[in-house]
């Protein structure tokens, strides 16, 4: 069985402050990562992919990949209100479906 | 907007009916996928379609649901004789390949 894991939260950080959230995988030959929020009642948004090791930054977003170790992160920097969402990593375990984890929940406290 | 679109976007429905739903993915996708989301929890995996052909379905899939892609394009989901437990906001998405796969707005399903 392939799995993707988070921690379910809440994650409660300070407005201004880093966020950092994970993602750990079980299957090593996984080529695509990606990362979604979303909004209460929502649909997930795309927020960042990434596809080979090491970090990939996108504004206040960093994603970083280790395949050696199995994990997947996503750094927020300067936390603002609106980055209060649930975070959902997604994996593509090579040509097959994309399998999300259950979703970290971030508040970003005033 | 051409990012993908589904119909409708609310569905209330009486245990035992059946009900329809449908996606347009964004057109130059081949991969479309569909998931089921209920509350507190992460999508979960229904069936995916690389252009016309139906690649996998999850056991979650009883032979009450069917999903369509006539010629590689719109998908169809359909759920007969529905239940209280189909209750979920139904998500679909496309992708280009095992490339970035972009949501829907989804469809949200409530079975009185």
């Known amino acids: 069985q392939k799995e993707v894991e988070q921690n379910s939260g809440p994650l409660s950080v300070p407005e201004g402050a880093i966020a950092s959230l994970n993602c750990t995988y079980s299957?090593?030959?996984?080529?695509?990562f990606f990362w979604y929020r979303q909004y209460s009642g929502k649909s997930p948004e795309l927020i960042m992919s990434i596809y080979s090791n090491g970090d990939k930054e996108d504004g206040r977003f960093t994603a970083q990949l280790n395949k050696a170790s199995q994990y997947v992160s996503l750094l927020i920097r300067d936390s603002q209100p609106s980055d209060s969402a649930t975070y959902l990593c997604a994996l593509n375990f090579g040509n097959e479906k994309l399998t999300f984890g259950t979703g970290t929940r971030l508040t970003i406290i005033p | 907007d051409t990012g993908v679109s589904q119909d409708p976007r609310h569905k209330i429905t009486k245990r035992g009916q059946n009900v329809t739903f449908r996606c347009d993915p964004i057109s130059e996708h081949n991969r479309l996928y569909w998931y089921r989301q209920t509350l507190g929890q992460g999508p979960e995996f229904l069936t995916y379609f690389q252009n016309e052909a139906q690649l996998e379905k999850s056991r979650l899939l009883s032979d009450r649901f069917s999903a369509e892609r006539p010629k590689g394009s719109f998908s169809t989901l359909e759920i007969q004789r529905t239940e209280q437990g189909d209750s979920a906001m139904y998500l679909c998405?496309?992708?280009?390949?095992?490339?970035?796969?972009?949501f829907g707005q989804g469809t949200r399903l409530t079975v009185v």
């Open positions: 299957d090593r030959g996984s080529q695509s």
């Open positions: 998405a496309s992708s280009l390949a095992d490339r970035e796969a972009f």
